[in-house]
């Protein structure tokens, strides 16, 4: 796989990982409105349709060890016709149109991290980053929240590249790729990046010095995301999300609510053309306002796929 193509989904793709899971469990998480079982693979059957589809539920960059498909999974996806991912990722493999983007990871109006940050917080980041062989130069005008992806070694892009870790999004996409399945996006790149700028710069940075201090403290909240993972648990993900100790609480309506019900008429009008297979991340499938709680409330037809 040609991993230069994929750097900049990569960080989008890690950083929604990382916020959904750093700082966001805690004793206070309930597990209220539990409403679906343990599952990451869903049948769903629109009205209309002559053939379900289906929709999985991913955690964006995982350990190789880690890395399963439950049953159920293969057969499922080659039962698709077309695959969909919260941005397609063969729109990934444009590097004229990633360059174009670049300038959107930056903030505007002259700010830097450094006028973001008390000095004592400034020297914590330029510290961090130093030891990590990458001077604080090349990041001081870069969105705080882009450069949370690169606090945790578990979101190492490099670890893509020798295989330490994997993505469930690009092992789709390269399945889909030597079945010469199509792909499709539920929104664009351009859509995800322009998500971060709704948060003022001040709690970018915030959340950039709590995962670092998080990170040199030696916790490591994603090895609990992952264990909720593989043990398909949508219905805690959710509550994790929405604790209220949360990095993301009081903009989960930005990231995740109206993003959900975007795409459900999009999922619907796909399902009603083919049967697709669409990848997002679990996060987005559990709680009220998650994708499966809304498919059923507009007559969709959602039951886990089971062995």
């Known amino acids: 796989m040609r991993f230069q193509h994929y750097t900049l989904p990569i960080l989008l793709t890690g950083l929604f990982l990382y916020i ?3 700082g966001c469990i805690s004793s206070k998480t309930s597990l209220k409105n539990v409403a679906v079982e343990k599952s ?3 049948e769903i059957q629109t009205p209309g349709a002559k053939e379900p589809s289906y929709l999985f539920g991913t955690i964006h960059i995982i350990g190789a060890e880690d890395y399963f498909l439950p049953k159920g999974t293969m057969t499922s996806f080659e039962k698709s016709n077309k695959i969909f991912f919260e941005i397609d990722m063969a729109q990934m ?3 004229s149109s990633l360059m174009g983007m670049m300038n959107k990871l930056y903030m505007s109006d002259g700010k830097t991290l450094k006028s973001l940050l008390s000095e004592k917080d400034y020297k914590t980041v330029v510290d961090f980053f130093q030891e990590k062989g990458m001077p604080i130069i090349f990041f001081e005008r870069m969105k705080p929240m882009f450069l949370t992806v690169l606090t945790s070694g578990d979101l190492d892009p490099g670890g893509l590249k020798n295989g330490e870790m994997k993505s469930y999004e690009f092992e789709f996409m390269e399945m889909a790729s030597q079945t010469k399945k199509p792909t499709g996006g539920l929104e664009s790149i351009e ?3 322009g998500l971060f700028d709704k948060i003022p710069y001040e709690k970018q940075a915030e959340m950039l010095i709590n995962a670092i201090n998080t990170t040199e403290e030696g916790g490591n909240e994603l090895e609990e995301m992952v264990k909720v993972y593989k043990d398909q648990d949508l219905e805690k993900l959710a509550s994790m999300i ?3 100790d949360s990095e993301i609480s009081g903009y989960e309506d930005i990231l995740l609510t109206e993003r959900n019900k975007n795409w459900i008429p999009i999922i619907i009008e796909e399902t009603k053309k083919q049967p697709s297979f669409f990848a997002v991340g679990a996060g987005h499938l559990g709680g009220k306002n998650g994708v499966i709680s809304l498919l ?12």
């Open 20 to 22: 959904f899971s750093s």
């Open 242 to 244: 929405e604790s209220s």
């Open 93 to 95: 493999s444009d590097m």
């Open 296 to 307: 059923k409330k507009q007559g969709v037809k959602v039951k886990a796929v089971k062995p």
């Open 40 to 42: 990451l693979l869903w």
């Open 191 to 193: 859509f995800q990046i």
